[in-house]
Nanobody, 123 residues
Framework: QVQVVESGGGLVQPGGSLTLSCAAS????????MGWYRQALGKQRELVAI??????????NYADSVKGRFTISRDNAKNTVYLQMNTLKPEDTDVYYC??????????????WGQGTQVTVSS
């Protein structure tokens, strides 16, 4: 079983910054990728940023709405991914979820979600 735990959400003023962290733990053999998604009440969950864990380059992918403002990074040794969010806007207010995808120690695939962390951008 694989657990995913997010941290770092909170209240920030427009133009401010926040850093979210997400750690995966449990019976992990390897992680293929980890990503951040967000979801507002009544709306579909959408991709914010994703980063592969199984390549040297770690090529990232971002939603158009956050390009140039958000940066995703990883720490392979800690099975952890970070989301640095700068120049935050009120429309970035959402619950942010972390996802981890990979293989467990008994060779089973996993696709695990965290419980979510609230980010509120407001003056």
């Amino acid at each position: 079983q694989v657990q995913v735990v997010e941290s770092g959400g909170g209240l920030v003023q427009p133009g401010g910054s926040l850093t979210l962290s997400c750690a995966a733990s449990g019976s992990i053999f390897s992680i293929y990728a980890m990503g951040w998604y967000r979801q507002a009440l009544g709306k579909q969950r959408e991709l914010v940023a994703i980063i592969p864990f199984d390549d040297i380059d770690g090529s990232t992918n971002y939603a158009d709405s956050v390009k140039g403002r958000f940066t995703i990074s990883r720490d392979n040794a800690k099975n952890t991914v970070y989301l640095q969010m700068n120049t935050l806007k009120p429309e970035d207010t959402d619950v942010y979820y972390c996802n981890a995808e990979g293989t467990t120690s008994d060779s089973s695939p996993f696709y695990s979600w965290g419980q979510g962390t609230q980010v509120t951008v407001s003056s």
